[in-house]
């Protein structure tokens, strides 16, 4: 047997053995992923054509411009200890919530920005859904979130929502 023809065995084996190994020690996880456990966190594009994810670089220029209405998909408490300057609170974890109408006449056709936490945070994707569901045709979702916001030492605000009807997931 030829010499480059082992190193190429031994290479396919190495990658088998590999790839065995790493099933083995994720049968969780692959359990929760044939289950459909994070079917939520993607998106077809044909679904939600009016839905792309955005970097922080576009947010803080939607923001800067004032060209999108920004809204926080975290919990209230969360939201209080600080947010992106301006941005309503719209919870996603309020499951089965209706789209407020100060949001809905606010929003009607404007550009949305969501976000969470960041990281694996899917909050901001579940709110977009939600809102894509409800005839919002233009959002954004802002993946870095407000760990990457922060990271970038942007401008904070802190305290509850100050819109008309309260929170606007409420």
């Not at 939600?130 to 942007?154: C, Q, Y």
């Amino acid at each position: 047997m030829s010499e480059a023809r082992r190193a190429l065995r031994q290479a396919a084996a190495l990658a088998g053995l590999s790839i065995a190994v790493a099933a083995a020690l994720h049968v969780p996880l692959i359990g929760r992923f044939l289950r459909g456990e994070f079917r939520e966190g993607f998106f077809q594009a044909a679904e939600y054509p009016g839905l792309r994810l955005i970097t922080l670089e576009e947010s803080e220029d939607l923001w800067r411009t004032g060209a999108a209405l920004i809204l926080d998909a975290r919990a209230a408490e969360v939201y209080e200890r600080g947010h992106v300057p301006g941005a309503l609170n719209a919870p996603a974890a309020e499951a089965g919530q209706k789209i407020t109408p100060a949001l809905q006449d606010a929003a009607k056709d404007r550009t949305l920005v969501v976000y969470c936490e960041g990281g694996d945070c899917q909050s901001s994707l579940a709110l977009a859904k939600r809102l894509h569901e409800g005839g919002f045709m233009d959002i954004r979702v802002f993946s870095g979130g407000w760990e990457a916001w922060t990271a970038a030492g942007l401008p904070v605000e802190t305290g509850p929502d100050r819109t008309p009807e309260g929170t606007a997931g409420r």
